[in-house]
């Protein structure tokens, strides 16, 4: 009985935490976060990074990047993988693959538990941990998934052009839509 009512108790504060949460909004500067986990040589050349890291989030060689912040705990965030599967494929098949890259990060997670995400969905794109939070809160704290679109054109001053809570509907469709934004 008590183990329920601890987790009652525990998830009540977590949503009240979260529910006063205010993710990064678009227009706004985005922070350089540091990237960290385990990378195949394909997905770092896919960046445009080389080593074991850490990195930061205006290394990657690109104009734009898509951030999914995801939990492998996360059912929407399970649901999700194949749509964000598909949206890295269409991604890679479109004239925008130099401009606009793809990672997720796990909130939440440990090195293990993102890889253990990667393996089970078929997750071909980089993804991060963020095992301490540390990510999770400099964004804004926000609920899972989430997708930010940041320029990363001016190194010095990312900006937040895309803010989506939530599941995608069509990958394709998303991916026009970030598209457009980015050719604005």
């Given at each position: ?16 935490g ?27 050349s ?11 989030l ?20 399970q ?14 098949n479109?004239?925008?693959n ?23 969905y078929?997750?071909?794109f ?9 990510i ?31 599941r ?15 050719n604005?």
């Open positions: 009985m008590f183990r329920y009512f601890s987790a009652i108790v525990l998830a009540v504060f977590l949503f009240a979260t529910a006063f949460a205010k993710p990064v909004q678009e227009g706004k500067n985005f922070p350089d976060i540091t990237l960290t986990g385990n990378q195949t040589a394909a997905q770092l896919y960046l445009g990074l080389s080593g074991s890291g850490p990195w930061q205006k290394d990657i060689s690109a104009d734009f990047v898509i951030i999914e912040i995801f939990s492998m705990y996360c059912p929407h965030c649901a999700e993988a194949a749509h964000v599967n598909g949206l890295f494929e269409s991604l890679k479109s004239k925008s130099r401009r606009i890259k793809l990672i997720g990060i796990g909130v939440g997670n440990s090195d293990f538990e993102v890889n253990f995400f990667r393996k089970k078929q997750v071909e980089p993804l991060f941990d963020d095992l301490e939070y540390k999770h809160e400099e964004v804004g704290e926000p609920g899972t998934p989430h997708f930010f679109m940041v320029k990363l054109i001016d190194k010095k001053e990312l900006k937040t052009v895309t803010s989506f809570a939530g995608m509907e069509d990958p394709q469709l998303f991916l026009k839509t970030l598209q457009k934004t980015a604005q």
